[in-house]
């Protein structure tokens, strides 16, 4: 710490709720960020590289690696055979997916075997020179063939239920039925996987690994090693973006790379090419959504009955509770009178699909979606009139399907705002007039609300550990169970920090997060960063403060009340003295200046097999309107404007959050637009690359894009500093963005039809739409002339 | 013809020179700074130059005038660098070590998140600003086509690129401007017109002398792999590790880069690189301005070329169709010998043109449009910018006064094995009056000419209505209507 800079009595600089820079900033646009392909290689640094299976399901008789040991540079070859402890990472515990895979493969890209040489371009490509032979085993990659073909559940179905479902139906005065079919993603994190692991003594190996769940990594490294999980360390000080694609996918390049050095006694790193990453790790779960509305003519809906079925690839990973969470956010902001709503966690022969940005949500809360639209058209109404009707609130309907209450419903307020700052209500009358005289160029707008439950559905992952050390010279070293990957998550949690001790932000040093200084960390992941470690590491400073007020209250003979941490001081009684003094007189007496902070999110509970329960502390609140344009011949189109108005509590960091919501916004549109993952009839995915794989560019980006926090909310209950988490939810906000252009198509048939754009409405599918559509008022118009004739 | 010989290659990276001899001749740029210089602010994201993390810039001296261009260092071979200033995101700050204007901006507007695309993105925007002191969002938005950022959303980066312009570029605040001078003298004294031969254990990297010795050196190894601007070549290297040996690298052939225009047309040599190509092709066809931006990103325009786009023969080429469709004609070269074919008989199945070993491809003739033509380009794909056609469809009409068709030539890409003219279409068009019956004809008779596949970029039945739905649209703006998307109304306006 630079104590010579003068520290200010009146105002900590970075204190909680002030828009800071992320902690890494300068070093980012300076290139002196160290991811861990960055890091000096120790001496002997040897380098891994798997060899995939080129069936999508298949026997393996036989896997002749002989031109492989015998390729230049390759210093072992290694199959599941030589994994020494259980040939099993399945974070699931379903002993279902295999470090490598031995007998039999499941997907097309499954790894088969690992060599290691002394440089990466040899492991290379001394991995493409293995022989495998296959008897080839029927395979299914699609979720409706799956059902079809009977295919196994991967995991246990979850069903909600409330009401009477069938009654429900059954008394509803108007009733619909259809089928969504929504695609998956790639996480597309600009760093890809790596692990780089350095033996140390007994069974001792520390891992870098670019993972959001070092914990795990540990875990399964240790199960893996067939050792505990003392012996393994794993450590990241910051991931290039993660976004739910280094949860679990982390484990198995940690796995190999940690067998590997321990095999051989020297480090080993494994980084895949990016088409090999994009081939070997799971994605966002396609889903096909069939769904079953009971409605009335104001557009109230009475009785949903929906199956969520989804790809979740050939074993169960984090797809219970993905399938899970999709039913969690399929009322969105609707109460339903009576539902059921059932999950099918459907095997497939492709990756195994894992945690992506919302876990499921999203799908849910389009589909969800998509079920308001239906109506809406079916009654010829704005889809906005039909949410609104719906909205959770009054008497009686404030019960979600999984029987919690919303207590913090504050949608109603959002919504409305949104549309008077937006001017809704004048553009979409414009967009319609312009639609009417404009044949080729069509316009849509929609307005779509989220609500999104924070807290992992897992009761137990909700907990947090942090350590705090103040060292004599005042100078803070913040370290926490989450991990960092873009999102700012030490930014802010040393803004909670500085706040506590209040103390200048600069004040403390964030550290790389490493298993030997907080223990049994849940993933950061479930939006739930800040909200776990950032009262993980509060708790550890009220420790330290606790202990100071005593030591200060004693030593100077003042009432503990009189002892006060203010900017960059402590006031003690009349004294003012600065931190770093004091601190220096707290360690001469022999106060301990170190704590382990904790947290576990209270009054939560989930009984998964009744389905009942309050799994969610609390919701996240948003809603955006989008306005796009589509060509209806070529179904090309874009984005012109988005407003987007969110809830995130008290903003620990305004623009943190900001960039949250807007990353989020452009990610989930790519999601719903031209991401698309595209398998062939042999199993193979594809679109494994950034030339085959599209995900938004800046030209793709909103043109105008308003995205303002809602700054009167506040969280009520006492998170920390009554923030709300900000990861997730937004990312649903760009439905709206999908729903826009199906009201562009909608214009064909004069808003009269359902436009039913699947997902990702890629200009193809646009097209298509807008075909069949005018298939549609062509044959009407040929019916109309008949009757005209009759 | 005599050159001199040299055995190693000559260049500067960041403030130092550099000499590099026996290297591999599929090393790639971003191989050599990271593992071999430990330059590791410079990322590898994709290995196949669409995500743009690997950004840096390379200065070059053309037409005496030194300047700097962003390429991919994944896709760049190490053998194309002599005689150019390599500058990476480690080099980018002020001379005094305090941030560079783009960096303080990208700090300042929340431009980073994971940080990973950021060197990559710096690179690009620093480009931008030395080349552009007001940019327009169009002109942010095309320099990052080539640049993935996968947390923002662009839009603190977009704005970072607007606040860096209040900064101009002078010798206080940027080293390559301080350094200018000196540099411009260094690479003139390494360019020095020699032979470059590589010697490595996996093969031979050739950097001719001059375009003759090029045809010297290719006819005595016609197997050689040409490399311009490796833009396809690196793929070959970084995805499928196929061997490319012996290289020849062709890039900085001053012969190949002349560009004329006159009342005839346009002849581009066949080192000129789509960036190089920009403003004298849409001076002469305006109609290929968007196309021309939505090739590749910035970096892949600043290194490919229009030859290499015809010589590896892609069906999905972008440049084939717009160049079929106006009757250019390909000049090609072995040893002293020239032959010139039309560009449409150059292809000729998939995976095969009409090219014999030895032989390479020496320039384009395209000829200015006929009066009372008709010409428009549409590329159609998943994502607007950087990405490779669905399909892509040239048209190029000539009616009389009367208002029938006299000449119709149509070209598409991706409807076929090679990029491929549309007979049926354009004979259901000539001799017809140019109006909406001859259009439908015209419209039907394409699915004579095409049988188109169904992949991961489009299915048949999507490419062959969006192809005919291509000829409505080009009826409908040959007759003034709207029939597009307008791109940026706002700035247009302003």
């Given at each position: 710490?630079?104590?010579?800079?003068?520290?200010?009595?009146?105002?900590?600089?970075?204190?909680?709720?002030?828009?800071?820079?992320?902690?890494?900033?300068?070093?980012?646009?300076?290139?002196?960020?160290?991811?861990?392909?960055?890091?000096?290689?120790?001496?002997?640094?040897?380098?891994?590289?798997?060899?995939?299976?080129?069936?999508?399901?298949?026997?393996?008789?036989?896997?002749?690696?002989?031109?492989?040991?015998?390729?230049?540079?390759?210093?072992?070859?290694?199959?599941?055979?030589?994994?020494?402890?259980?040939?099993?990472?399945?974070?699931?515990?379903?002993?279902?997916?295999?470090?490598?895979?031995?007998?039999?493969?499941?997907?097309?890209?499954?790894?088969?075997?690992?060599?290691?040489?002394?440089?990466?371009?040899?492991?290379?490509?001394?991995?493409?020179?293995?022989?495998?032979?296959?008897?080839?085993?029927?395979?299914?990659?699609?979720?409706?063939?799956?059902?079809?073909?009977?295919?196994?559940?991967?995991?246990?179905?979850?069903?909600?239920?409330?009401?009477?479902?069938?009654?429900?139906?059954?008394?509803?005065?108007?009733?619909?039925?259809?089928?969504?079919?929504?695609?998956?993603?790639?996480?597309?994190?600009?760093?890809?996987?790596?692990?780089?692991?350095?033996?140390?003594?007994?069974?001792?190996?520390?891992?870098?690994?670019?993972?959001?769940?070092?914990?795990?990594?540990?875990?399964?490294?240790?199960?893996?090693?067939?050792?505990?999980?003392?012996?393994?360390?794993?450590?990241?000080?910051?991931?290039?973006?993660?976004?739910?694609?280094?949860?679990?996918?982390?484990?198995?390049?940690?796995?190999?790379?940690?067998?590997?050095?321990?095999?051989?006694?020297?480090?080993?790193?494994?980084?895949?090419?990016?088409?090999?990453?994009?081939?070997?790790?799971?994605?966002?779960?396609?889903?096909?959504?069939?769904?079953?509305?009971?409605?009335?003519?104001?557009?109230?809906?009475?009785?949903?009955?929906?199956?969520?079925?989804?790809?979740?690839?050939?074993?169960?990973?984090?797809?219970?509770?993905?399938?899970?969470?999709?039913?969690?956010?399929?009322?969105?902001?609707?109460?339903?009178?009576?539902?059921?709503?059932?999950?099918?966690?459907?095997?497939?022969?492709t990756v195994s699909n894992t945690a992506f940005r919302g876990f499921g949500g999203p799908q849910g809360m389009l589909g969800g979606e998509r079920m308001i639209e239906e109506v809406a058209y079916a009654l010829g109404r704005d889809p906005l009139e039909i949410r609104k009707a719906n909205f959770y609130g009054g008497e009686g309907r404030n019960v979600t399907p999984y029987h919690q209450t919303v207590e913090d419903n504050i949608i109603g307020r959002i919504v409305e705002e949104l549309e008077t700052s937006s001017d809704y209500q004048a553009r979409r009358a414009e967009i319609i007039d312009f639609n009417e005289n404009s044949p080729v160029i069509r316009r849509g707008i929609a307005l779509t609300p989220v609500k999104f439950g924070i807290s992992f559905t897992a009761t137990w992952y909700n907990q947090a550990g942090a350590l705090v050390h103040v060292y004599q010279d005042g100078s803070i070293h913040l370290n926490h169970g989450g991990t960092e990957m873009g999102q700012g998550l030490n930014t802010k949690v040393a803004q909670v920090l500085a706040e506590e001790f209040q103390v200048d932000l600069d004040t403390i040093r964030i550290t790389a997060t490493t298993t030997g200084k907080v223990p049994n960390t849940s993933a950061t992941a479930a939006s739930s960063g800040t909200d776990l470690n950032g009262m993980a590491a509060a708790n550890a400073a009220q420790q330290i403060k606790t202990r100071l007020v005593a030591f200060a209250s004693e030593k100077f003979s003042v009432p503990a009340e009189q002892v006060e941490f203010i900017p960059?001081?402590?006031?003690?009684?009349?004294?003012?003295?600065?931190?770093?003094?004091?601190?220096?007189?707290?360690?001469?007496?022999?106060?301990?200046?170190?704590?382990?902070?904790?947290?576990?999110?209270?009054?939560?509970?989930?009984?998964?097999?009744?389905?009942?329960?309050?799994?969610?502390?609390?919701?996240?609140?948003?809603?955006?309107?989008?306005?796009?344009?589509?060509?209806?011949?070529?179904?090309?189109?874009?984005?012109?404007?988005?407003?987007?108005?969110?809830?995130?509590?008290?903003?620990?960091?305004?623009?943190?959050?900001?960039?949250?919501?807007?990353?989020?916004?452009?990610?989930?549109?790519?999601?719903?637009?031209?991401?698309?993952?595209?398998?062939?009839?042999?199993?193979?995915?594809?679109?494994?690359?950034?030339?085959?794989?599209?995900?938004?560019?800046?030209?793709?980006?909103?043109?105008?894009?308003?995205?303002?926090?809602?700054?009167?909310?506040?969280?009520?209950?006492?998170?920390?500093?009554?923030?709300?988490?900000?990861?997730?939810?937004?990312?649903?906000?760009?439905?709206?963005?999908?729903?826009?252009?199906?009201?562009?198509?909608?214009?064909?048939?004069?808003?009269?039809?359902?436009?039913?754009?699947?997902?990702?409405?890629?200009?193809?599918?646009?097209?298509?739409?807008?075909?069949?559509?005018?298939?549609?008022?062509?044959?009407?118009?040929?019916?109309?002339?008949?009757?005209?004739?009759? | 013809?005599?050159?001199?010989?040299?055995?190693?290659?000559?260049?500067?990276?960041?403030?130092?020179?550099?000499?590099?001899?026996?290297?591999?001749?599929?090393?790639?740029?971003?191989?050599?700074?990271?593992?071999?210089?430990?330059?590791?602010?410079?990322?590898?994201?994709?290995?196949?130059?669409?995500?743009?993390?690997?950004?840096?810039?390379?200065?070059?001296?053309?037409?005496?005038?030194?300047?700097?261009?962003?390429?991919?260092?994944?896709?760049?071979?190490?053998?194309?660098?002599?005689?150019?200033?390599?500058?990476?995101?480690?080099?980018?700050?002020?001379?005094?070590?305090?941030?560079?204007?783009?960096?303080?901006?990208?700090?300042?507007?929340?431009?980073?998140?994971?940080?990973?695309?950021?060197?990559?993105?710096?690179?690009?925007?620093?480009?931008?600003?030395?080349?552009?002191?007001?940019?327009?969002?169009?002109?942010?938005?095309?320099?990052?086509?080539?640049?993935?950022?996968?947390?923002?959303?662009?839009?603190?980066?977009?704005?970072?690129?607007?606040?860096?312009?209040?900064?101009?570029?002078?010798?206080?605040?940027?080293?390559?401007?301080?350094?200018?001078?000196?540099?411009?003298?260094?690479?003139?004294?390494?360019?020095?017109?020699?032979?470059?031969?590589?010697?490595?254990?996996?093969?031979?990297?050739?950097?001719?002398?001059?375009?003759?010795?090029?045809?010297?050196?290719?006819?005595?190894?016609?197997?050689?792999?040409?490399?311009?601007?490796?833009?396809?070549?690196?793929?070959?290297?970084?995805?499928?590790?196929?061997?490319?040996?012996?290289?020849?690298?062709?890039?900085?052939?001053?012969?190949?880069?002349?560009?004329?225009?006159?009342?005839?047309?346009?002849?581009?040599?066949?080192?000129?690189?789509?960036?190089?190509?920009?403003?004298?092709?849409?001076?002469?066809?305006?109609?290929?301005?968007?196309?021309?931006?939505?090739?590749?990103?910035?970096?892949?325009?600043?290194?490919?070329?229009?030859?290499?786009?015809?010589?590896?023969?892609?069906?999905?080429?972008?440049?084939?169709?717009?160049?079929?469709?106006?009757?250019?004609?390909?000049?090609?070269?072995?040893?002293?010998?020239?032959?010139?074919?039309?560009?449409?008989?150059?292809?000729?199945?998939?995976?095969?043109?009409?090219?014999?070993?030895?032989?390479?491809?020496?320039?384009?003739?395209?000829?200015?449009?006929?009066?009372?033509?008709?010409?428009?380009?549409?590329?159609?794909?998943?994502?607007?910018?950087?990405?490779?056609?669905?399909?892509?469809?040239?048209?190029?009409?000539?009616?009389?006064?009367?208002?029938?068709?006299?000449?119709?030539?149509?070209?598409?890409?991706?409807?076929?094995?090679?990029?491929?003219?549309?007979?049926?279409?354009?004979?259901?068009?000539?001799?017809?009056?140019?109006?909406?019956?001859?259009?439908?004809?015209?419209?039907?008779?394409?699915?004579?000419?095409?049988?188109?596949?169904?992949?991961?970029?489009?299915?048949?039945?999507?490419?062959?209505?969006?192809?005919?739905?291509?000829?409505?649209?080009?009826?409908?703006?040959?007759?003034?209507?709207?029939?597009?998307?307008?791109?940026?109304?706002?700035?247009?306006?302003?």
């Amino acid at each position: 710490m630079d104590t010579s800079t003068p520290r200010s009595r009146t105002e900590i600089s970075g204190g909680a709720h002030v828009s800071r820079k992320h902690d890494s900033a300068h070093k980012h646009v300076t290139g002196s960020a160290d991811y861990i392909d960055d890091m000096p290689e120790p001496a002997g640094t040897l380098h891994g590289y798997l060899g995939l299976s080129d069936r999508a399901h298949a026997r393996i008789p036989s896997l002749d690696l002989n031109a492989v040991r015998a390729s230049e540079g390759v210093v072992a070859v290694l199959t599941g055979a030589d994994v020494p402890g259980v040939n099993d990472i399945s974070p699931s515990g379903r002993n279902d997916e295999p470090v490598l895979a031995e007998g039999k493969v499941l997907f097309h890209g499954q790894p088969v075997f690992a060599v290691i040489a002394e440089t990466r371009e040899l492991a290379r490509r001394a991995a493409k020179k293995a022989v495998i032979g296959y008897e080839d085993l029927p395979h299914v990659t699609d979720v409706r063939a799956a059902m079809d073909a009977n295919y196994p559940l991967v995991t246990d179905p979850l069903k909600l239920e409330r009401g009477d479902i069938e009654a429900g139906l059954a008394a509803a005065p108007l009733r619909l039925k259809g089928e969504m079919r929504i695609g998956g993603q790639d996480h597309f994190y600009l760093e890809g996987h790596i692990a780089f692991a350095i033996p140390g003594e007994d069974d001792e190996v520390t891992v870098w690994s670019s993972t959001q769940h070092p914990s795990e990594v540990q875990h399964m490294v240790a199960h893996a090693l067939g050792t505990v999980s003392n012996a393994v360390t794993v450590q990241v000080r910051r991931m290039g973006g993660g976004f739910g694609g280094k949860e679990t996918q982390s484990n198995q390049f940690a796995a190999i790379a940690a067998i590997a050095a321990k095999k051989l006694n020297r480090p080993v790193k494994i980084r895949p090419d990016r088409d090999d990453d994009m081939i070997i790790t799971g994605k966002r779960h396609d889903f096909v959504v069939d769904y079953d509305v009971g409605y009335d003519e104001s557009g109230v809906i009475h009785a949903v009955d929906a199956s969520f079925a989804a790809r979740c690839g050939f074993s169960s990973d984090l797809s219970g509770p993905v399938t899970d969470r999709a039913l969690f956010h399929a009322d969105n902001c609707y109460f339903y009178q009576d539902v059921r709503l059932v999950s099918k966690p459907m095997m497939t022969n492709t990756v195994s699909n894992t945690a992506f940005r919302g876990f499921g949500g999203p799908q849910g809360m389009l589909g969800g979606e998509r079920m308001i639209e239906e109506v809406a058209y079916a009654l010829g109404r704005d889809p906005l009139e039909i949410r609104k009707a719906n909205f959770y609130g009054g008497e009686g309907r404030n019960v979600t399907p999984y029987h919690q209450t919303v207590e913090d419903n504050i949608i109603g307020r959002i919504v409305e705002e949104l549309e008077t700052s937006s001017d809704y209500q004048a553009r979409r009358a414009e967009i319609i007039d312009f639609n009417e005289n404009s044949p080729v160029i069509r316009r849509g707008i929609a307005l779509t609300p989220v609500k999104f439950g924070i807290s992992f559905t897992a009761t137990w992952y909700n907990q947090a550990g942090a350590l705090v050390h103040v060292y004599q010279d005042g100078s803070i070293h913040l370290n926490h169970g989450g991990t960092e990957m873009g999102q700012g998550l030490n930014t802010k949690v040393a803004q909670v920090l500085a706040e506590e001790f209040q103390v200048d932000l600069d004040t403390i040093r964030i550290t790389a997060t490493t298993t030997g200084k907080v223990p049994n960390t849940s993933a950061t992941a479930a939006s739930s960063g800040t909200d776990l470690n950032g009262m993980a590491a509060a708790n550890a400073a009220q420790q330290i403060k606790t202990r100071l007020v005593a030591f200060a209250s004693e030593k100077f003979s003042v009432p503990a009340e009189q002892v006060e941490f203010i900017p960059n001081h402590v006031r003690i009684g009349n004294e003012l003295m600065a931190f770093g003094d004091f601190i220096k007189l707290a360690y001469q007496a022999r106060i301990q200046l170190s704590a382990a902070g904790f947290y576990k999110t209270p009054d939560i509970h989930w009984d998964r097999a009744s389905g009942k329960g309050r799994p969610f502390y609390y919701f996240a609140y948003g809603a955006a309107v989008s306005e796009v344009s589509v060509d209806t011949l070529t179904g090309e189109y874009q984005v012109d404007r988005v407003d987007v108005l969110h809830d995130t509590g008290r903003s620990l960091n305004p623009a943190l959050d900001i960039g949250q919501i807007e990353g989020a916004f452009v990610q989930g549109m790519g999601w719903l637009t031209t991401e698309e993952l595209w398998w062939d009839d042999e199993g193979r995915l594809r679109t494994h690359a950034p030339s085959t794989y599209k995900i938004p560019l800046a030209s793709d980006r909103p043109k105008i894009f308003n995205v303002k926090l809602a700054d009167w909310a506040e969280n009520r209950e006492p998170t920390i500093r009554r923030s709300k988490a900000v990861g997730e939810p937004p990312f649903m906000l760009p439905i709206s963005v999908l729903e826009a252009l199906g009201m562009a198509v909608a214009s064909i048939a004069d808003y009269q039809v359902s436009p039913q754009l699947d997902a990702p409405a890629t200009p193809e599918r646009v097209l298509m739409a807008v075909e069949r559509l005018k298939a549609l008022v062509a044959d009407a118009e040929m019916s109309g002339k008949d009757g005209a004739d009759a | 013809m005599a050159h001199t010989h040299r055995t190693s290659i000559r260049f500067r990276l960041n403030d130092q020179t550099v000499e590099l001899a026996g290297f591999a001749p599929d090393l790639t740029l971003l191989d050599w700074l990271r593992l071999d210089r430990r330059l590791t602010g410079t990322k590898e994201g994709c290995a196949e130059g669409d995500c743009g993390a690997c950004t840096v810039l390379v200065g070059r001296i053309d037409n005496g005038l030194l300047s700097y261009e962003t390429v991919n260092a994944c896709i760049r071979l190490v053998g194309s660098l002599d005689a150019t200033h390599v500058v990476t995101v480690e080099y980018l700050n002020r001379p005094d070590g305090e941030l560079s204007a783009v960096q303080q901006a990208m700090v300042d507007n929340h431009g980073s998140q994971c940080g990973f695309c950021t060197p990559g993105i710096v690179a690009s925007l620093h480009a931008l600003w030395l080349a552009e002191p007001n940019p327009s969002e169009a002109d942010i938005e095309r320099q990052l086509q080539g640049n993935l950022c996968r947390c923002t959303g662009y839009e603190p980066i977009v704005k970072a690129a607007i606040a860096a312009a209040a900064t101009l570029p002078d010798a206080d605040n940027d080293r390559l401007v301080a350094a200018y001078d000196a540099t411009t003298e260094a690479l003139a004294t390494f360019a020095d017109g020699a032979r470059v031969t590589i010697e490595h254990e996996r093969g031979t990297t050739f950097v001719p002398g001059d375009l003759d010795d090029l045809a010297v050196l290719y006819e005595a190894h016609p197997k050689a792999t040409i490399v311009a601007g490796s833009t396809d070549v690196g793929l070959w290297v970084t995805k499928h590790m196929r061997d490319i040996a012996p290289v020849i690298h062709i890039g900085h052939l001053e012969e190949l880069k002349q560009i004329s225009v006159d009342d005839a047309g346009i002849t581009l040599g066949a080192g000129v690189s789509y960036t190089s190509a920009r403003g004298a092709l849409v001076s002469v066809f305006p109609q290929m301005a968007e196309l021309w931006d939505r090739i590749g990103g910035e970096q892949v325009r600043n290194m490919g070329t229009v030859g290499g786009n015809i010589a590896n023969g892609s069906p999905i080429g972008d440049t084939p169709p717009p160049l079929i469709a106006l009757g250019a004609s390909v000049t090609l070269r072995k040893g002293g010998n020239r032959r010139t074919l039309p560009l449409a008989d150059f292809f000729i199945e998939y995976g095969k043109q009409d090219r014999q070993p030895g032989e390479f491809v020496e320039s384009v003739f395209v000829p200015a449009l006929e009066k009372d033509a008709f010409f428009a380009v549409y590329k159609i794909s998943k994502r607007r910018d950087e990405d490779i056609s669905a399909l892509c469809g040239a048209f190029h009409v000539i009616t009389d006064a009367e208002g029938v068709v006299t000449s119709a030539r149509i070209a598409f890409g991706g409807m076929a094995g090679t990029p491929k003219r549309a007979q049926a279409a354009e004979a259901a068009l000539t001799g017809r009056p140019w109006r909406w019956d001859t259009i439908q004809a015209a419209r039907l008779a394409l699915a004579d000419d095409y049988q188109p596949l169904s992949d991961w970029r489009a299915s048949a039945d999507y490419r062959m209505l969006a192809a005919q739905n291509l000829v409505i649209r080009f009826f409908l703006e040959s007759c003034g209507a709207p029939a597009r998307i307008e791109r940026h109304p706002a700035l247009a306006e302003a």
